[in-house]
Structures are given as C-alpha cells and as structure tokens.
C-alpha cells in the first residue's frame, strides 16, 4: 500500500506563492505518474499537473506558467510551485499517484487565496 502525504498550504494573498510538497512511501520513479489535482467546493476534482516517468509534464490551462511540478527521485518526493496565486485556486489540492496495476491519492491539503 502506497502512502501519498501532502503538506505546504496554507493561506495566502492574491499575487503570491506556496509550494507544496507530496512525500510517497514507494519509489517514485516507479509510478507511471503522479500528479496534482485539487478540487474546490461545489465543484468536480481537476488534474492541475501532471509528471510522467520520463519527465515530462502537463498542466492545466488555468496552471500554465504560474505553476510547476517537479520531483526529486531520491527523496520520493513531487512538488508543486504555485505563483502568482489567484483566489480561484483555492482549492484542496491532492497528490495523485498511478502505478501499474493502482492507483492513490494524499488525504489534501488545504490551499486559501485572499483577495
């Protein structure tokens, strides 16, 4: 069983940054992905960013160029860089993972943007 632990939000103002980080209890570059979605109230989960294994990535529209998504293989790790936040990225943002024959998610992490 593979854990996902996502930390890093937080409350911020409009205009700035957080970063926040997701820790796997598995290898990361074992994962076919992994990935960030969040999901804010009333409305459905969406994919903000995506890391495939061999590096390549995928954002969102409303996440390109203010977003990036990065990992460090050898903390079994994966972040997300979020700047020039708006208050419609408020959201509970959740680390996703999709190996061969599973997939998982983190519990979320809260993300506030005040305007």
């Known amino acids: 069983q593979v854990q996902l632990v996502e930390s890093g939000g937080g409350l911020v103002q409009a205009g700035g940054s957080l970063r926040l980080s997701c820790a796997a209890t598995?290898?990361?570059?074992?994962?076919?992905?992994t990935a960030w979605y969040r999901q804010a109230p009333g409305k459905q989960r969406e994919l903000v960013a995506l890391?495939?294994?061999?590096?390549?990535?995928n954002y969102a529209d409303s996440a390109r160029g203010r977003f990036t998504i990065s990992r460090d293989n050898a903390k079994n790790a994966v972040y997300l860089q979020m700047n020039s936040l708006k208050s419609e990225d408020t959201a509970v943002y959740y680390c996703?993972?999709?190996?061969?024959?599973?997939?998982?998610w983190g519990q979320g992490t809260q993300v506030t943007v005040s305007s």
């Open positions: 996703y993972a999709n190996m061969v024959l599973n997939e998982y």
């Open positions: 890391i495939s294994r061999n590096g390549r990535t």
């Open positions: 598995a290898n990361i570059f074992s994962m076919n992905s």
